[in-house]
């Protein structure tokens, strides 16, 4: 395809997604399959925001019926649907959204049957996500999904508050496109060839015009050097008196012996960006925290045969910090935009380009070596140096994310962080389930009921609490959950469904970083908390 | 479609509701009834929805199945296939229809009793008569332009009783949200009460522009490249005829661009520009997603139910969220400018010297009042006089001699009450200017 060919029909309807996540991320998510149990509000609402994005296949398992309540709540049925099986209806409507998404159902038997079975495979599935199971259900599932090393995806509503928990063996984050990054330009640790080239500047046999396009980050260079020169230092001025020395001496290149009054008064652009981006530039070079634990991690220190690439490569990139790298990672090569003429800049770029380009080449010929080692070399080599390449340019940020697995939450009971208090109450709601096979206020037209239902919730909370009394704030958010009776609101399901949605998106292309591992979504104060279960 | 439902067939479907509008609990709004008369009350509530784009989508079928049922709508834009990956109402046999009535159409077919009345037009096709129907008025707008726009039609709807005290029922609740890729934000505005939008414009990122000299003289990046093509090389050649704008959905424009582009990029050795990247800059185009749409469209469909049942309070006011790295979201309520030149209900006054250049107090009120295409009139010995109107070639050069005068010679004196309109705003605003002679500046200073 020619730089200027015009995109085709899936470029253009992706467009707005792809500049998020790429071609290479649109064809994982194309390649993905995942399985929803609960094809009831919730969990329609999650796979509507993967359907349309293009995600490869879905399974729903449901056994359920399309209810006169579910159309009360739920997009993906219909009144005159009633009655009829609720997987399939759903299958249909998410299908209709997008028609390249291949869309099955189970309706029957039962998960509570599959399970039993133990015949169903769950590992065609890249994801599985349970939208409002109940619990017993939930943790014969999850425990099954641990042991085949599958991500599971626990959604809830229940009310105006949602959570999401996350249960992932080992996911590796890629491409964490962090929000906020400072470019790796090592005035500290300077390229030789950067070195060279602010080497044959100087200040006394610039032209003026040279001088007034001489950029930022050539100034800060030679800044630097001479403060060093000056105080016979070989690091970074820190204290606030050698910022000051610092910034003296900048201000002292600033002038120019072919500037008039008139530039005098005048600031000087380039030698203001200089200033203004001091706190960026001048900071040591090192290792990230994340990379310095991937590289301390056991699966990088032993390396087998059955390994996953992910963890050779980090050994890869580990031997290039020790020996070529002299303790810091491949460079990244991205030089930021700066005030200064075509010419410097493109120069500049050449430098931190080439150099990553040659720290790359390291890094690939280490992770030969490596594989050839663990006999893991074969002809899908021709993948490997692009690959490379991305994680040479993010390896700053590579991480691993392995949650715990999914536990009895009883020992979580005497936490007092509000949004936990939520994230109790249902667990304590699921035991009343277990008991009454019903949630608490769950009956309307019974007020009697609900004060019933509410004693017995706060009965069930004494039960597992080691605490005497409960706390008001305790008492408060019992109360709350039995108004709410397991109400499913559309709103919130939806607010759930599209942060899911986004989860599983994040764990199918290994770009941006999954929530460790769970959000409490508190719909009354709309707010959010992670805890990490 | 209507679907003859009886008292009890409603009342078992919206049964998910009704517990909530039912039951009271400790986290309820403290002006809450819990009544069984609450789910009628929300499915005549007249609810606006501005927009059925990417969030307008989401408000409708969040709102349609929170219980309203008198839903109007509002976009002047047709369907492009672009829409189809978040604005899930419309399929590709939908492509150059309208999309308010196609969401219309869509809601009322799959939620039958909801009744959804769409308009297939700009905000300011309307006026106060018609926003004034309305209880509540959600946007899912993509301009900041619009936002404001919308912000001074309310305002302007206020009512002050004799003591110039705001009457809260004249007030319209306004919910607004705003995604850009994996950010979002929406907001409850009560004005009078929280920040409006033009309190708080410094919220909104900056408008993406280069330089002038780095596009000319230059070239550092290939978005450079690109603009030295649509800012200087088309309207030199007019590749397509005469008066042809540039069109950023025409394949062959962009074709043409990226062609010119590539050639300035590579002799000035920069790389990067392709079809997608060069229409990515002409249009501005902002990325997007349907899961951050459908999250920041729940959030405002959740306080348009709980401003219309009471049943929870509201959230205090301002929410940002972003799913970039975990999942993050803050909520806090913007402080509200007490010289809000909208919301604050309090006149403009600027003080300039006399003999200052028109030009000057354009200046001024331009970069202060972030204004866009000012119009601006007075009355002077009782005749209405047009100071500065840019909005036709006709009026342009009828007050450009304007400027080069200076305020006296405009026929302007102390106290002088000017009008200026713009297309930020709904209604004029009234700007009182005070004149200092020369003299006295000059002792003032």
């Known amino acids: 395809m020619s730089k200027s060919s015009a995109p085709d029909k899936k470029q253009i309807q992706y467009d707005r997604q792809l500049r998020l996540w790429g071609d290479h991320g649109q064809n994982a998510l194309e390649s993905a399959r995942v399985c929803l149990i609960g094809a009831n509000t919730l969990g329609t609402e999650i796979l509507k925001a993967l359907v349309l994005p293009g995600l490869g296949s879905f399974t729903i398992i449901d056994h359920q019926l399309v209810t006169l ?199 000087l652009e380039n030698f203001d960006e200089a200033k203004r981006t001091i706190p960026s530039r001048l900071i040591k070079t090192n290792l990230s925290s994340t990379i310095k634990e991937l590289f301390q991690d056991q699966s990088c220190l032993e390396l087998t045969n059955q390994t996953e690439i992910f963890w050779f490569i980090i050994h890869a990139l580990k ?18 935009d700066m005030i200064t003429n075509t010419n410097s800049y493109v120069k500049l770029v050449e430098i931190y380009q080439e150099q990553a380009k040659k720290d790359c080449e390291i890094v690939h010929n280490y992770l030969c070596d490596l594989l050839k080692k663990y006999n893991r070399l074969s002809n899908h080599n021709l993948n490997l140096h692009h690959l490379v390449q991305i994680y040479c340019k993010n390896a700053s940020f590579l991480k691993v994310l392995r949650t715990t697995a999914i536990k009895n939450e009883d020992d979580l ?52 609490s080691s605490k005497n009394i409960m706390s008001n704030n305790k008492q408060d958010i019992l109360e709350e ?47 959010t908390s992670v805890f990490k279960l | 479609m209507v679907v003859p439902t009886d008292d009890s067939t409603t009342k078992k479907q919206w049964i998910h509701l009704r517990r909530i509008l039912e039951r009271a609990g400790p986290f309820k709004d403290p002006n809450f009834e819990p009544s069984t008369e609450l789910l009628s009350a929300i499915e005549s509530v007249k609810i606006l929805i501005i927009g059925a784009g990417g969030l307008g989508c989401e408000l409708l079928k969040d709102l349609a199945l929170m219980g309203f049922c008198q839903i109007d709508i509002i976009d002047m834009d047709t369907i492009d296939l672009a829409n189809l990956n978040r604005q899930f109402l419309f399929t590709k046999a939908d492509i150059g229809k309208s999309k308010a009535e196609v969401a219309a159409k869509f809601i009322m077919n799959r939620i039958p009793n909801c009744n959804v009345t769409p308009h297939m037009n700009k905000i300011q096709d309307f006026d106060a008569s018609f926003y004034s129907e309305f209880r509540i008025i959600v946007c899912g707008l993509d301009s900041v332009v619009a936002r404001r726009w919308i912000n ?64 000319a003289n230059n070239p550092r990046l290939p978005e450079h490249c690109v603009e030295w093509v649509t800012s200087i090389l088309w309207p030199k050649e007019k590749p397509f005829g005469q ?45 997007a997603v349907a899961s951050t ?41 913007p402080e509200k400018k007490e010289d809000c030149p909208i919301c604050s209900n309090v006149p403009i006054r600027i003080q300039m010297s006399e003999t200052s250049k028109f030009q000057e107090f354009i200046d001024l009120l331009i970069e202060k009042y972030h204004l866009i295409a000012p119009l601006i009139y007075t009355e002077i010995n009782g005749n209405s006089k047009t100071l500065y109107m840019t909005s036709t070639e006709q009026m342009s050069e009828a007050t450009r001699p304007h400027l080069k005068m200076t305020l006296q010679e405009l026929g ?16 004029s605003m009234r700007v009182i200017l005070t004149l200092t002679s020369s003299m006295e500046t000059s002792t003032a200073k």
């Open chain 1, 69 to 267: 309540a579910d159309c009360g709540s739920n997009f993906f049925v219909h009144p005159s649907k009633i009655d009829e099986s609720r997987a399939r209806i759903t299958c249909e409507f998410l299908t209709q959204l997008n028609p390249d998404v291949h869309g099955t159902y189970i309706d029957k038997p039962s998960i509570d049957d599959l399970l039993k079975q133990n015949t169903f495979n769950f590992s065609q599935f890249n994801i599985v996500i349970t939208a409002n199971l109940p619990m017993q259900t939930l943790s014969i599932l999850a425990n099954h999904l641990w042991t085949l090393k599958i991500p599971l995806i626990i959604a809830r509503t229940y009310g105006f508050i949602g959570t999401i928990r996350l249960q992932v063996f080992e996911h590796y984050v890629i491409e964490a496109h962090p929000d906020d990054t400072i470019p790796d330009l090592r005035l500290d640790r300077p390229l030789i060839t950067f070195s060279n080239y602010c080497n044959s500047i100087h200040f006394d046999c610039l032209t003026r015009e040279e001088h007034l396009h001489l950029p930022s980050l050539v100034i800060l260079f030679k800044t630097l050097q001479q403060w060093q020169k000056q105080y016979n230092r070989n690091d970074l001025p820190c204290t606030r008196i050698e910022k000051d020395e610092f910034k003296k001496i900048l201000e002292k290149f600033s002038h120019h012996s072919a500037y008039d009054i008139h530039d005098h008064n005048k600031s």
């Open chain 1, 319 to 336: 031997l290039f910090t020790e020996n070529e790298g002299q303790g810091l990672l491949p460079v990244r090569g991205e030089v930021p």
């Open chain 1, 413 to 464: 009971i005497d936490k007092t962080e509000s949004d936990l208090s939520w994230y109790i109450g249902l667990h304590l709601c699921d035991i009343f389930y277990e008991k009454f096979h019903r949630y608490p206020g769950e009956c309307l037209l019974d007020e009697k009921q609900f004060d019933i239902d509410l004693d017995d919730l706060k009965q069930i909370s004494k039960q597992q």
């Open chain 1, 481 to 527: 959950l039995c108004r709410y009776g397991a109400s499913e609101l559309h709103s919130i399901a939806a607010f759930i469904g599209g942060c899911c949605a986004q989860e599983i998106i994040k764990l199918i292309t290994h770009q941006y970083v999954p929530v460790d591992n769970t959000l409490i979504y508190n719909g009354i104060q709309q707010a």
């Open chain 2, 152 to 215: 001074s039609m309310l305002v302007s709807m206020l009512q002050y009783d004799e003591d110039n005290q705001l009457i809260p029922s004249s007030i319209i609740p306004l919910i607004d949200g705003g995604t850009e890729g994996f950010k979002g934000n929406a907001r409850v505005i009560m004005h009078g009460f929280t920040s409006c939008i033009e309190c708080t414009l410094d919220l909104f990122p900056p408008q993406v522009n280069f330089p002038q000299c780095t596009i």
């Open chain 2, 243 to 287: 008066d042809i704008k540039i069109d950023g959905d025409n394949v062959e424009h962009i074709q043409w661009i990226v062609e010119h582009a590539t050639k300035r990029a590579n002799d000035h050795n920069i790389t990067g520009i392709n079809f997608r990247f060069t229409q990515g800059v002409v249009k501005r185009i902002i990325p």
């Open chain 2, 293 to 333: 749409n459908a999250v920041i469209a729940s959030i405002c469909a959740t306080e348009v139910f709980k401003l219309a049942s009471s049943s929870v309070m509201l959230m205090n006011n301002y929410t940002m969220f972003n799913d970039i790295e975990g999942i993050y979201m803050l909520t806090y309520p």
């Open chain 2, 412 to 427: 302007l004196t102390n106290g002088a009450e000017l009008l200026v309109g713009d297309p930020a705003r709904a209604s």
